[in-house]
């Protein structure tokens, strides 16, 4: 049954889309500079599904097993389920650190809800992805067709729901809820960005969002400093393929300030693990000799102690590379990504 019922409302979805010239126009802007990073917990996620006329359940949140216990005993149901909120898929199967397994339970008795909140509220909980279920279209087709216009609505990269069920009392209800957002709207989606939850992310992660770069920590000793994530997995690749392991990859973006290059380069050398560092930009839309004069700004004022090898190809990259060889500083500038990857690599055997 799951099967066709999926495909109908794929249909469905499909129909509405061609006739949609919002969605038509927005897909073009996103393709010109997808980035997609935020994330709401479940419980933030339904309640703008609510907002929108979308049937979810009645629920809480709560921040004690005492609260929990109070939670359960207003919802006054026959039956609870309690889950745990974190920003990852799969709870039900997962484990928490304090030894309960699933980070979904069902029960009937509200002293229940109490007991297993206390041993969920402040424990780790790793988990896996939960499996798919379908359900009637003919019943559904009202809330998918409000699930859509809440995708368009919010500027959503995705909504998903997981469960999506039928009530013994002919209710379709969403059960789960994910959403995903294009980082790009977040200028008219200013109530829902404000919901980010940053608790979870690395510290170094948080402070590099405050100057709109995008930082993920790797195991390595290289430092990439990039812009664009495909040249950033690519950067990495080549370092692989060289012998030497990327600490991490450091994205610009494309809206480029000196001061941007300048709080990235203190963002890289702040890490231990750093022996060198490796700067892979290409000037589309980024100015070469912004990132020049950045990077010999940060060498000074930094006094940067690793060796720094540098690779620019694009917008005035002929003026940058006179920017870097008058510095007087100890920057290796690099023909090609390949020769970059090597010189980054023998710098770090160097030593």
């Not at 099967?3 to 927005?26: E, F, G, H, I, T």
């Not at 030497?244 to 973006?253: E, Q, R, T, V, W």
């Not at 892979?280 to 100015?287: E, L």
Request: hydrophobic share 45%; aromatic share 6%.
């Amino acid at each position: 049954m799951a099967a066709p019922v999926v495909a109908q409302a794929w249909k469905l979805l499909r129909d509405l889309a061609l006739r949609s010239p919002l969605l038509a126009a927005r897909s073009q802007v996103v393709q010109l500079t997808p980035r997609r990073w935020l994330n709401l917990h479940e419980y933030q996620s339904k309640k703008l599904m609510s907002d929108n006329g979308v049937k979810v359940q009645r629920f809480f949140v709560a921040d004690t097993d005492n609260e929990a216990l109070e939670a359960a005993k207003r919802l006054n149901a026959k039956e609870i389920v309690l889950k745990a909120q974190i920003l990852a898929g799969g709870r039900g199967k997962g484990v928490f650190s304090s030894g309960l397994k699933g980070g979904v339970h069902l029960t009937r008795d509200p002293k229940v809800v109490g007991q297993l909140a206390k041993q969920m509220i402040g424990y780790n909980l790793a988990t896996k992805q939960t499996p798919k279920e379908g359900v009637k279209v003919n019943k559904a087709a009202d809330q998918i067709k409000k699930l859509y216009n809440l995708f368009l609505k919010i500027d959503a990269t995705q909504v998903e729901v997981n469960p999506f069920g039928e009530t013994p009392e002919g209710q379709v209800v969403c059960f789960d809820a994910k959403i995903n957002f294009d980082d790009n709207a977040e200028f008219r989606q200013k109530d829902i960005f404000a919901m980010d939850d940053k608790s979870e992310n690395e510290p170094i992660e948080n402070e590099a969002a405050k100057y709109d770069l995008k930082y993920i920590g790797l195991d390595g000793n290289i430092a990439c400093f990039v812009n664009g994530a495909g040249l950033a997995m690519a950067t990495c690749d080549i370092i692989f393929l060289n012998g030497g392991k990327p600490a991490n990859f450091l994205d610009l973006g494309g809206g480029v300030k000196e001061s941007q290059v300048y709080q990235a380069f203190k963002l890289l050398t702040a890490d231990p693990k750093v022996e060198a560092i490796l700067v892979n930009i290409f000037g589309g839309i980024v100015n070469c000799a912004i990132i020049a004069n950045g990077i010999t700004r940060a060498c000074r004022e930094l006094e940067l102690k690793v060796p720094l090898v540098v690779r620019l190809e694009g917008t005035n990259v002929h003026e940058a590379q006179n920017i870097l060889s008058n510095s007087g500083l100890p920057i290796t500038s690099a023909a090609d990504l390949e020769d970059a990857a090597k010189k980054a690599v023998a710098s770090v055997a160097e030593k």
